[in-house]
């Protein structure tokens, strides 16, 4: 919303003072300044000009030579890059040496051979608004003025400050100039009123105008009016730039005053050419499913229930209530008679209407957040018919006005001691009367006690909470002391979360670098990968790319790897933490999320990935971690395990299957993990126990078993631990050799087996034993040959 | 024979300095000194003289036998020191000339900001709490007192997923449904706060991500005020950002507290920066949560992560975020 200092004044003419202090004041009652501008500063030299020529610039196509008469009968050449004049057309003009608001001075100057001896001028140029179309054409507004008269006083302009503020939803009142002020007012101390307008010219006469009010949770309120004697033409220019200060273009009278009366009091209102109603008859009631009417706007809507319309004696739709009226009433500039209408909507209804149709208006806006129900109409309606009585028309008939279903504006009982209990403040019921006032509330003492009184243009508030957050406004939160709540609840991360830490930082130490890729997919990203092409797809998306739910880490760390590629930046370990969504059964609402973590490596395979896995089992005390040889999708057939922590499966380890690499144009090996971090970190683990470090000497021996490839070295070295017994206590598989001296499908694994008691020193002949047991052990279990 | 000493001495002397090895010092300790050395045959010859003489000849044989043990000791040492420096020398190495740098690996910047923020609210005292991304409409909306008709539904730019009735299942708007969760299932005090990700229809741009991360925090206890609420802000800002950053509070509107707020913290330029949104929990969201608002209250506050990591390090694009170029990840 954005309002003048001037019309603020109109409402409250004591506000004024330091421009960056108003603004600080409007922002600490919840009215936050997004913008200021001040306005009509630095105009002083331009002047009212006719256009007496235009034609084309001999050199150039983007800019145009125009004639202009500033005041002195004489015609001067410009140079202009904008087309929208006409001739004869009324414009602001900077003769020679004025300096403009952005400090610009004008001077006179050749463009491409041809002298420009001044400049036309855009109202952005001037500071009047943001419309940078083209030149701002004064023609009908200035109509009748002197040529070189000062623009200042062409549009009786003064020294004005605009700001822009943002509206919360439940400032249905700050959505109007006097809202503001009354806001403004009260934060400064300084009086606020309407103004009384005239009593309005009104021509008593029969009803030209019927309204029934068929759905009374609709329409709380209807007033319709019959105006007679409407011409056509344009806004004085004092209303047209305070419209195009707040950002509306002008158009004609009716529409023009129609938006200021908005603006000014925030009523929405609508006209229709009564002609085009017959018999000035209205029916206000819900929408018949399936009904249509034309808008305004010429698209036709299709209806459902839940819409309000405003229906013809004979039952035609002609508006759809609060969003948008209709083509067949629309004003012309054959109107003379109009019906004014000035409602109340039940905000649900607007809301569920404008959000299906997608048609948003500064009226529905108004309508949405509740507009004011009360006094405010009928003084929106004296306004418009005030306004537009300028222009020669006039009220004919009686004011209609249904009622229908309005909120309960019955005084609520507050306790003073609950709102200070719940703000920190230390107020006495009169004091929280006193801001509850300044804003127009009433508030009345009872016993210890308030009974307050919510007025009609805060349709959002209605319990004491609401009250406690209105006298905290009022009272400023800058004044309530802080305090800081002294809880006895101890603070601290989870176990799973201590865990995750841990797996971050032990990942780092191994080099990898964690990413963050968002977790949506293209279409078909699951398919190139092998996986279940079965991910949930967003109904909204903003781009087909990312269209679809994860439930791989796969895809996203495959796309980064290629990235990274892309850009040279030679081997990449790479890691993520993120969630995935795996559809769930049709008894569950939600899909089935958890938290995984992947590597990728593409400096290295699968035995590097083996590698970071069992580092990290270690760092956090997996439990037996097994790895099982298996096929799995998006995996290389030859290359992958299953992970098992306890006995458990907790994911797959390997290397990506080269082919789904180049589906997503990664070359080279990547070695892969990806786990359900949730179900490992939160399964058995890290469960140490301390064992006395032995100060008994150590024997080493070392074996090389000759092993068919089908048995894993992880069975040999299950097999020697088994035979070994309990005195060893290190095994390290230091050699894999597979060449002419071996038999084939067989391979050489070299151990290095150490021995050790706690309580003596191992005697030659204790480990002879134990090698003979575990050279006969592992061949009679797995058919190995001592080499 | 009388073997004179003088001059065994000095040919011993002359020996020892020629020595280039421990070795040679060896040999000669051997020679001088050994069994068949003249030294010791000597000695044992003292047993024919008369016991006056024998007496003054023995001193001067102990005395020459230890000179010749310390002569060949320090000589043998000094060697020895030579032969390490040479050794030490010949290994001599150019430390710059490395060749396998170990390779760190990095936090991603939005995990540093997020265990930076975790840290210092289990400081304040407060549990680190967590939830789906993929919520109902119940979690994200109604429960925090945002009904279906609600003008605010349309300001959260919601994308929604196919499942269920439309509109029905989405994903989270922002942590607040973390709020609700925690507080069905704990009964107060609650102190938590719940970071995670975030989805809104926000095209993607240098200052706009479709997933983002929030923090949230929430307090439910008895007799908590809005002035508890700025005095947290406050605390949070000046172990955050520094001693020296000040913070405010501005009347805002959520559906889900009341009274609502914006919060400011100061930049040193004496301007404000908007930071996030709190207030006091809504009456209506403790209701839905089975918590009796007349026993208890609460505050609830919230902001973005990224921008913290953002205004950090002034990054000019904040979809580096999730670009995951490593010559971006290795920077921090």
């Known amino acids: ?646 006995g458990q499966t907790r994911g797959v380890v390997g290397e990506v299957d080269p082919r789904v690499s180049e589906l997503f144009g990664v070359s080279g090996r990547v070695g892969w993990f990806e786990l359900d971090l949730g179900a490992t970190l939160d399964g058995p683990r890290g469960n140490r126990r301390y064992r006395p470090v032995s100060k008994h000497p150590s024997s080493d021996i070392d074996l090389a078993f000759v092993v068919s490839d089908e048995v894993p070295a992880a069975e040999v070295a299950g097999q020697i631990r088994k035979a070994a017994g309990s005195l060893l206590v290190d095994l390290v598989l230091f050699d894999v050799f597979r060449g002419a001296t071996i038999e084939a499908g067989h391979r050489s694994l070299a151990y290095r087996l150490r021995f050790q008691a706690a309580d003596r020193t191992l005697t030659d002949d204790e480990v002879g034993e134990r090698r003979a047991a575990v050279i006969e052990g592992v061949r009679d279990a797995l058919d190995a040959a001592l080499r | 024979m009388e073997l004179d000493l003088d001059a065994h001495l000095a040919d011993a002397e002359k020996a020892a300095a020629a020595a280039s090895t421990e070795a040679d010092v060896r040999a000669l300790s051997a020679e001088y000194l050994g069994k068949k050395s003249q030294l010791k045959a000597a000695k044992k010859q003292l047993g024919a003289l008369d016991p006056d003489e024998r007496r003054s000849a023995g001193l001067r044989l102990n005395d020459a036998i230890e000179r010749l043990e310390t002569l060949f000791e320090h000589r043998g040492s000094q060697l020895a020191d030579e032969a390490r420096r040479s050794q030490l020398e010949a290994e001599r190495l150019d430390l710059t000339e490395l060749l396998h740098p170990i390779e760190r690996g990095h936090l991603h910047l939005v995990t540093q900001a997020r265990d930076r923020l975790e840290d210092v609210f289990v400081g304040m005292g407060y549990e680190v709490a967590e939830g789906p991304e993929v919520e109902t409409a119940w979690y994200n909306f109604e429960a925090l007192n945002i009904p279906e008709w609600h003008p605010a539904r349309g300001s959260f730019d919601t994308i929604f997923v196919d499942l269920g009735e439309p509109e029905s299942v989405m994903l989270r708007s922002h942590t607040s449904p973390v709020q609700i969760r925690t507080m069905e299932v704990q009964e107060p005090p609650i102190y938590i706060v719940a970071p995670g990700r975030t989805f809104r229809t926000d095209t993607a741009d240098a200052t706009h991500l479709p997933a983002f991360n929030q923090i949230e925090g929430l307090v439910i206890d008895r007799g908590i005020t809005l002035g508890d609420l700025a005095g947290t802000i406050d605390t949070f800002v000046h172990a955050f950002f520094g001693g020296e950053v000040r913070s405010r509070l501005r009347p805002s509107y959520f559906p889900f507290t009341e009274p609502s707020a914006e919060f400011d913290i100061s930049r040193p330029d004496g301007s404000w920066l908007e930071l996030g949104g709190c207030g006091m929990v809504h009456p209506n969201v403790l209701r839905n949560c089975g918590i009796d608002p007349d026993r208890w209250q609460g505050f609830a506050f919230g902001f973005g992560i990224d921008r913290l990591a953002v205004m950090r390090y002034q990054l000019d694009d904040i979809r580096e975020l999730v670009n995951n170029d490593v010559r971006f990840l290795r920077q921090f």
């Open chain 1, 1 to 646: 919303m954005k309002v003048l200092l001037s019309w603020l004044q109109e409402f409250a003419p004591d506000i004024g003072g330091d421009v960056d202090d108003l603004g600080d004041t409007l922002s600490a009652l919840g009215l936050a300044v997004e913008d200021t501008e001040v306005m009509g500063e630095g105009l002083e030299g331009i002047v009212l000009a006719e256009v007496l020529d235009l034609r084309p610039h001999p050199n150039a196509d983007r800019i145009q030579l125009v004639d202009v008469d500033a005041g002195d009968g004489q015609a001067l050449q410009v140079c202009c890059g904008a087309f929208n004049m006409t001739v004869g057309d009324l414009i602001p003009f900077a003769p020679i040496g004025t300096v403009m608001p952005n400090g610009m001075e004008i001077a006179r100057r050749k463009m491409r051979d041809e002298w420009s001896n001044g400049m036309c001028c855009s109202a952005q140029e001037l500071g009047l608004g943001h419309d940078h179309d083209g030149i701002m054409i004064l023609t009908d507004e200035a109509a009748g003025t002197d040529l070189g008269t000062p623009i200042v006083d062409v549009l009786g302009l003064q020294h004005d400050v605009l700001w822009d503020l943002e509206v919360n939803a439940n400032r249905p009142d700050a959505l109007s100039v006097a809202g503001v002020a009354r806001d403004l007012a009260a934060g400064l101390g300084v009086p606020f009123a309407f103004p009384e307008p005239p009593e309005p010219s009104r021509c008593e006469g029969a009803g030209l105008v019927r309204v029934e009010l068929l759905d009374p949770t609709l329409g709380g309120r209807f007033l319709a009016q019959a105006l007679q004697g409407v011409t056509p033409g344009a806004s004085p220019a004092w209303m047209a730039s305070r419209l195009r200060a707040l950002g509306q273009r002008p158009i004609n009278r009716i529409v023009d005053i129609s938006n200021y009366v908005m603006l000014e009091l925030g009523q929405p209102n609508h006209t229709y050419d009564l002609a085009k109603v017959p018999e000035g008859h209205l029916r206000v009631r819900r929408a018949v499913e399936g009904e249509t009417l034309i808008t305004l706007d010429g698209v036709e809507r299709t209806l459902t229930r839940t819409d309000g319309v405003i229906a013809d004696i004979h039952d035609r739709a002609i508006g759809i209530a609060g969003v948008m009226g209709g083509a067949s009433t629309e004003i012309s500039d054959d109107t003379t008679d109009v019906l004014l209408e000035m409602a109340w909507w039940d905000p649900p209804s607007i809301s569920r209407s404008v959000r299906r149709l997608q048609l948003r208006s500064e009226a529905s806006a108004r309508y949405q957040r509740g507009a004011d129900w009360g006094l405010n109409m009928e003084r929106a309606m004296a306004r418009f018919v005030q306004l537009i009585a300028d222009t020669g028309a006039q009220a004919v008939g009686p004011l209609v006005d249904e009622r229908g279903d309005t909120p309960d504006r019955s005084p609520i009982r507050v306790r003073p001691a609950r709102i200070n209990g719940l703000l920190g403040t230390g107020l006495d019921g009169e004091e929280m009367a006193g801001h509850l006032r300044s804003i127009g509330f009433e508030a009345t003492p009872v016993d210890d006690q308030l009974d307050v009184t919510i007025p009609t243009w805060r349709w959002d508030t209605n319990t004491e909470t609401d009250v406690a957050e209105e006298v905290a406004r009022m009272y400023g939160y800058a004044n309530i002391v802080r305090t800081v709540p002294r809880g006895e609840v101890a603070g601290g991360l989870t176990t799973y979360q201590q865990a995750r830490r841990q797996v971050r930082d032990v990942l780092v130490g191994a080099g990898c670098d964690e990413t963050f890729p968002m977790p949506f997919l293209a279409p078909g990203d699951l398919a190139r990968c092998g996986l279940p092409d079965d991910g949930i797809g967003l109904s909204n998306p903003l781009v087909a790319e990312e269209s679809v739910l994860r439930t791989s880490l796969l895809p996203g760390q495959l796309k980064a790897i290629a990235y990274n590629q892309s850009h040279r930046s030679g081997p990449v370990r790479l890691f993520e933490i993120g969630h995935v969504y795996l559809p769930s059964g049709p008894d569950q609402e939600l899909p089935d999320e958890r938290e995984q973590l992947a590597v990728a490596l593409s400096d290295g395979g699968a035995h590097d990935a083996v590698a970071v896995l069992e580092v990290l089992a270690d760092a956090l005390a997996l439990p037996n971690l097994r790895l099982t040889a298996t096929e799995a999708p998006a995996m290389h057939p030859t290359r992958t395990a299953q992970v098992m922590v306890a």
